[in-house]
């Protein structure tokens, strides 16, 4: 480390955000400082364990945060190096161009991206080579220009689900290949990093073969002299010079000890619910509420996505392995029934009776959870949820992250799952069964592991957005603080609108664009 602690660059948060804007700067030479509040995540047998992962929720922080009424709320986040990629499904998906312009919705309207499509687009493609994803182009019917192919082959479809995706071919849909950043090498199996096990959505992968933060951009970032990580690193609070224009402090408690470091440049990049809570603790006199914050949108417009496991039932049993490779998304934007977004519907990984344990799942009856579990498809579903300001992320007096939300467009997912369900009571290639192979549908309780929906905040975005107006935004079109002149945030949080695919892969892509920024202005 630094002997003076003083840096060009401090990133705060090692995840999708943070640790892939420390691989973009790592090769300028510049002393940056990546700080961490995890530690790595231990590599130990229980990384692949069921009952570990998704029953005693043992790489979750011992946190409590408060729902809108104070009631406790366990979250469903982990604190670790490479942030919440270490855990993520590695689903690296494109927001659709149209997503960045205002779509109407049944519920409201999703508002405009201060950028368009085309000025992410190269950042795309650099994060999908960065994360080695696996896909192919022109599959999807709702997929946006892309400039390259996808870097690797699609992962293919074990039997049931190619099943599944030749029955909804036949009903005339456009199913595909889910983009995945695993390093799956399926011509070389005995060679591949990857060996497509039953649990990488929601663990971390024991072999370091799934493209995550930590082994595709902070350890290879450390490998430059000038990149320090300091672990164990929480971020208490930031000072500001008299001005109150710039970051002068980087206030971090360690090992119990209050410790202060410098850089020219201050990146937040803590996750979009951790990062709006540190710029509300962080008030000042010239920050009276909360630092960058003179447009009062720190911490508002929360969003999560309307996220559903759904389980479908089938008299055929379903021994896939590694389920997570087909998605639909015929429904995104609308159908002639419904006429407006309805979403993306996908798969987790395969679920069994012990993760079927956690939570409240309905039971069919005359089923038991291993049953059900062997016999399962598991549909991941995704709805957008519209920003909404009441929805946002406050303190309260203990210092407690308090999560005030109240869902929104719902009858866009409702939707969807109807569709779903119509999809598969139309299934016809069961040869021993015919239609009645599929018994029905049961929605599981949102996220596993936990009985309340509000703690999955798995998808969190939107609690600092960017924009051109400084009144009705906190960052400015490349992520730097209207108020502030030296800080930036490039985690979650600056989507003004969520689109309703998976966040990771724009996170990734933005933190790229941002780096190109930075290494400007260090110029
Ligand atoms: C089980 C699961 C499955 C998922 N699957 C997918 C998927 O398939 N596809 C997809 O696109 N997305 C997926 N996601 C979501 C994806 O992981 C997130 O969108 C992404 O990681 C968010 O990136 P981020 O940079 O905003 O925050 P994070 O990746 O959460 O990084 C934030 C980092 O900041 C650190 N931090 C927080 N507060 C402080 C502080 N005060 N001081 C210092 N450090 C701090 C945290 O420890 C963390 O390392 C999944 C998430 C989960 C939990
Ligand atoms: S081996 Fe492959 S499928 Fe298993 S956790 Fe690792 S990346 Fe995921």
């Keep these: 480390m630094a002997s003076n602690n003083q840096y060009d660059v401090?990133?705060?948060?090692?995840?999708?955000?943070?640790?892939?804007?420390?691989?973009?700067?790592?090769?300028?030479?510049?002393?940056?400082?990546?700080l961490e509040r995890g530690d790595y995540v231990p590599r130990e047998k229980d990384n692949w364990d069921t009952r570990a992962v998704n029953v005693e929720a043992k790489y979750h922080p011992k946190e409590t945060w408060r729902d809108k009424d104070g009631k406790p709320l366990h979250p469903h986040t982990n604190y670790y190096v490479g942030g919440n990629t270490k855990f993520y499904g590695a689903a690296l998906f494109r927001l659709r161009r149209e997503d960045f312009g205002e779509l109407r919705h049944h519920g409201g309207f999703s508002?405009?991206?201060?950028?368009?499509?085309?000025?992410?687009?190269?950042?795309?493609t650099r994060a999908?080579?960065?994360?080695?994803?696996?896909?192919?182009?022109?599959?999807?019917?709702?997929e946006p220009p892309a400039s390259k192919p996808y870097p690797f082959p699609a992962v293919s479809h074990e039997p049931r689900i190619q099943q599944l995706s030749d029955d909804l071919k036949a009903l005339g849909l456009k199913p595909f290949h889910v983009p995945l950043g695993i390093m799956l090498d399926e011509k070389n199996p005995r060679t591949s990093r990857c060996i497509r096990c039953n649990t990488c959505d929601g663990h971390p992968c024991l072999i370091y073969a799934k493209a995550d933060a930590q082994v595709v951009c902070v350890d290879p970032a450390l490998q430059h002299p000038n990149v320090t990580?300091?672990?164990?690193?929480?971020?208490?609070?930031?000072?500001?010079?008299?001005?109150?224009?710039?970051?002068s402090k980087v206030i971090v408690k360690r090992n119990g000890a209050r410790e202060e470091f410098q850089g020219n440049v201050v990146v937040v990049s803590c996750g979009a619910i951790n990062s709006a809570a540190l710029l509300l603790r962080s008030v000042s006199d010239k920050h009276p509420?909360?630092?960058?914050?003179?447009?009062?949108?720190?911490?508002?417009?929360?969003?999560?996505h309307t996220n559903g496991v759904v389980l479908a039932l089938s008299k055929c049993p379903n021994p896939t392995v590694f389920q997570k490779t087909l998605a639909v998304n015929d429904f995104y934007f609308g159908d002639k029934e419904f006429n407006f977004p309805m979403g993306h519907i996908s798969f987790v990984g395969k679920l069994d009776g012990v993760t079927l344990s956690a939570g409240a799942p309905a039971i069919a009856p005359g089923w038991t959870l291993d049953l059900m579990g062997k016999h399962s498809l598991d549909f991941w579903l995704t709805s957008e949820d519209l920003p909404d300001s009441a929805n946002r992320v406050t303190l309260n007096r203990d210092g407690e992250i308090v999560l005030s939300y109240t869902p929104n467009n719902l009858e866009a997912y409702n939707r969807l799952v109807k569709k779903l369900e119509q999809v598969m009571q139309r299934q016809t290639k069961c040869s021993a069964h015919g239609h009645d192979c599929h018994v029905g549908l049961f929605a599981r309780n949102l996220f596993l592991g936990q009985r309340i929906p509000l703690a999955g905040v798995a998808h969190q975005n939107g609690t600092i957005r960017f924009g051109r107006d400084p009144k009705t935004s906190a960052l400015d079109p490349d992520c730097t603080a209207h108020d502030v002149d030296n800080l930036y945030v490039v985690d979650g949080s600056f989507f003004p609108s969520s689109g309703a695919v998976n966040p990771a892969l724009t996170i990734m892509a933005n933190a790229l664009r941002v780096g190109d920024r930075i290494l400007e202005r260090l110029r």
Excluded at 111 to 124: C, F, G, R, T, V
């Design 229 to 247: 990580l300091v672990t164990g690193a929480y971020v208490e609070r930031l000072e500001t010079s008299p001005t109150g224009r710039e970051v």
């Design 111 to 124: 508002p405009a991206w201060p950028i368009s499509y085309d000025e992410l687009e190269p950042y795309y």
């Design 10 to 34: 401090i990133i705060i948060g090692s995840g999708a955000g943070g640790g892939t804007l420390a691989y973009a700067l790592a090769p300028s030479g510049k002393r940056i400082l990546l």
């Design 289 to 304: 509420r909360g630092l960058a914050n003179s447009s009062d949108v720190v911490g508002r417009f929360y969003m999560g």
């Design 128 to 142: 999908e080579e960065l994360y080695q994803v696996h896909g192919q182009r022109g599959a999807d019917p709702t």
